[in-house]
């Protein structure tokens, strides 16, 4: 009898599949031991002895596991092939030796990088010992973060500071901090464009000016109306321009690299909306199911059987021109090569038709394309880029069009900042020395942006990119930042700081600048990769790192709470008070922040004598914001419209009526959208959204996106302000909890 140990029920259920009979799997349901989750479990001053302790609940599943174990000769741990995976079958090994269950018996580490009949029984013929390296990794990793956690945190609790200080989720919050306060800082600069409305035989196209007495015309160039009203007047129009020059140009694209956990994360956020946690969990599934490989990889190369599997249907499916002669190669930049091994791609290719449904298939069909259009040939394009001499002016133009697919007849790649190329704009076929009508001019306002806020999808990138956090803890990192409530998301899925997380960045940043020291991350995690490709030894890697945190950990305990109160305000002031409005009104003294068991607040700095306090809400910088916009106060659109930014938001205006533009922006405003909103047909509205029928009353709760105050959910003439469209559990909740409330008002 052969027992194999996993470490999830449903790839127990797999793996028994395809084992048949003398073979027992069983899950340990994750990791079994853990360390004691009090202080003094890592001995600092004996070589970090750690004390383990069975993780509670999990006895009963070890039980189990030993009464299987009676009954078996040879034992198989074959919990994921990677680091935790190899340590969850060193914790499993340590503790039945200590209960002297293994006598007499083989034990054997096997490894999958696919639960596939195939995968499953090659591994089980080829056994090895477990990875010491792999698991001095792991402990010099959990070490690490134990002893950060354990000293640290009690830090901020005494000064209530936060909630805990992770060690690669604080470089996350530093990110996203750093982030804003660029924002913050951000002055928006006003820039302007012409563009000649062209025609050719009754073919239209734009072209841009690019040059004006001799003098050439870049982004910045045209910094206001005057200017660019004298070039339109100059120019006058209708006129004719004549084409000086002509350049053609055939381009190529190359496919993108087939799948790794972060640019997986990265697609399945901008095509799908999943979060990283969505998108782990899901693929979990499909791993264990035997879909796909193993998803926590870094890795873009591709098994040889599985590239000519692909080469193979692409030739079936869409013929040989989509077929490159060799294979399209992808090296992995990844420095744990212990761990990397494949790219996350399907299991077979034979037929992509799966009995999949709801996540597991959208994102089964997503690694799927990606995996296909990784060995296709390259997408090509011809552009021809133009020159109109019109008077003492050149205008410019770029038509590009695909004249073949390629890999996008399969996959195109989502752009997550917005700088998608435009793939295909056509001009009508022009020659040298033609003439062109230039019918009018038109003059574009813009302004310059300041630089996006991160989503999940662009932190993991640059996360990635700053070689902090590694596949297996991408979507914790994102998740714990959130959970912790040190950021939280926009509608957009944008990461904005709390008031908690901005306390947190500006505490460690003063006096534990190593600890969210985004250089100093990529060395610790480039560390734990060289313990586990055997180039470090461990104890030598937990005394390099501890012996300096420890010291600052020292200092930091006798820190008075005023100085880094000050400290604080310090980092905090821009976001605070903008333009330093942070005089008391009531006795002018300096406002700054406060800490409290209650949380944080403003106060004045003359306390006790002056008793003056502010509510600190975690949307302050949202008005603020708002405030910062109206310094570029509008944006003229023509025909006499304009659009503003007033106390109450966007809204446009042609000087009789105005009109709220809440949705809109000064860059994505444009005339025809002010003219349809001014329009007395725009009097329709949004159509409410039926949410679902709330069980208590039996009624349907509606949401309505453009209430007067803002989107509601409502409900048998129950109304409740939201920020965002809530899911119905969430809806049902509002609802009843506000008849309640309402309820006991009365009663009293
Ligand atoms: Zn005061």
């Not at 982004?219 to 004549?242: A, D, H, Q, R």
């Not at 069909?365 to 997408?379: D, E, F, G």
Request: with cysteine; net charge positive; glycine share 4%.
């Amino acid at each position: 009898m052969n027992l194999l140990i996993v470490e999830s029920p449903s790839k127990a259920k797999t793996i028994e599949k395809y084992l048949g009979s003398g073979w027992h799997v069983i899950a340990s349901v994750g990791h079994v031991r853990d360390l004691i989750p009090e202080n003094g479990s890592v001995d600092t001053k004996n070589d970090f002895k750690p004390k383990w302790q069975i993780m509670p609940g999990k006895e009963k599943q070890l039980k189990l596991i030993i009464d299987e174990l009676k009954k078996a000769d040879n034992v198989y741990l074959a919990s994921d092939p990677d680091r935790e995976g190899e340590a969850i079958a060193w914790h499993i090994n340590d503790i039945l030796n200590a209960k002297n269950v293994l006598k007499g018996k083989n034990v054997y580490r096997v490894a999958f990088h696919e639960i596939t009949k195939n995968a499953v029984t090659e591994a089980i013929k080829h056994p090895r010992e477990i990875d010491n390296n792999l698991v001095d990794a792991y402990l010099v990793r959990r070490i690490l973060d134990y002893l950060i956690g354990f000293s640290v945190s009690p830090l901020l609790w005494k000064r209530n500071l936060g909630k805990s200080a992770g060690r690669v989720q604080s470089v996350a919050v530093k990110l996203v901090v750093d982030r804003e306060k660029e924002i913050e800082s951000f002055k928006a600069k006003e820039y302007w464009s012409v563009i000649a409305n062209c025609t050719v035989d009754k073919n239209k196209f734009d072209a841009n000016l690019i040059k004006y007495n001799g003098k050439k015309i870049e982004k910045m160039t045209l910094e206001n109306k005057t200017i660019v009203n004298e070039i339109v007047s100059n120019i006058n129009t209708p006129t004719f321009g004549c084409i000086s020059n002509i350049d053609r140009k055939k381009t190529q694209r190359h496919a993108y690299a087939p799948f790794t956990t972060s640019t997986l994360q990265q697609e399945a956020a901008s095509k799908l909306s999943f979060s990283s946690k969505r998108t782990m969990a899901t693929a979990q599934k499909l791993y264990e199911q035997g879909f796909i490989t193993y998803m926590r990889t870094d890795a873009t190369n591709l098994s040889n059987e599985a590239v000519s599997e692909i080469r193979e249907y692409i030739s079936k499916e869409y013929g040989n021109k989509f077929l490159p002669k060799q294979p399209n190669v992808y090296i992995t930049k990844s420095k744990n090569a212990q761990e990397a091994h494949e790219a996350i791609r399907p299991t077979h290719f034979s037929d992509s038709k799966t009995d999949l449904s709801g996540d597991e298939l959208k994102l089964y069909n997503l690694i799927w394309k990606r995996t296909i259009a990784c060995q296709m040939t390259n997408a090509e394009f011809d552009s021809v880029s133009v020159d109109i001499d019109v008077k003492n002016a050149v205008f410019h133009c770029v038509g590009t069009t695909r004249i073949f697919d390629g890999f996008m007849k399969v996959y195109t790649e989502d752009n997550d900042d917005n700088n998608k190329e435009n793939d295909n704009v056509k001009l009508p076929p022009l020659n040298i020395n033609d003439k062109i009508e230039i019918k009018s001019l038109k003059s574009e306002q813009h302004f310059t942006q300041p630089p996006a806020r991160f989503s999940e999808a662009s932190l993991v990138k640059k996360l990635e990119e700053l070689g902090i956090g590694r596949p297996s803890t991408y979507a914790t990192i994102m998740s714990t930042i959130v959970d912790r409530k040190y950021v939280e998301q926009d509608k957009q899925h944008r990461f904005h700081p709390t008031i908690a997380g901005w306390i947190l960045v500006s505490y460690l940043s003063n006096y534990f600048k190593d600890l969210v020291d985004v250089n100093f991350t990529a060395k610790t995690e480039d560390t734990l990769d060289d313990v586990s490709n055997g180039v470090r030894d461990k104890l030598s890697s937990l005394k390099s790192f501890w012996e300096p945190t420890n010291k600052t950990i020292e200092s930091a305990k006798n820190i008075k709470t005023t100085d880094i109160i000050d400290k604080i305000n310090e980092f905090m002031n821009n976001h605070l008070f903008k333009d330093n409005n942070d005089k008391c009104p009531k006795c002018g003294a300096k406002l700054g922040i406060k800490l409290s068991k209650y949380g944080a607040f403003i106060g004045c700095s003359n306390y006790p004598k002056c008793d003056y306090t502010m509510k600190l809400s975690d949307n302050l910088y949202t008005a603020e914001n708002q405030e910062k916009i109206q310094e570029i106060k509008e944006k003229d659109l023509g025909e006499n419209i304009i659009f503003k930014i007033g106390k109450f938001g966007p809204y446009v205006t042609d000087g009789s009526k105005n009109v709220s533009a809440k949705k809109y922006t000064f860059e994505t405003i444009t005339l025809d959208i002010a003219r349809e909103l001014l329009s007395d047909n725009n009097k329709k509205k949004v159509e409410p959204i039926n949410l679902g029928k709330n069980p208590d009353t039996g009624k349907i709760i509606y949401y309505y996106s453009d209430g007067k105050y803002g989107p509601y959910i409502s409900s048998n003439r129950v109304n409740i302000s939201v920020k965002e469209q809530p899911d119905l559990e969430t809806a049902i909740d509002l609802i009843n909890n506000k008849k309640t409330k309402r309820f006991v008002k009365r009663g009293k």
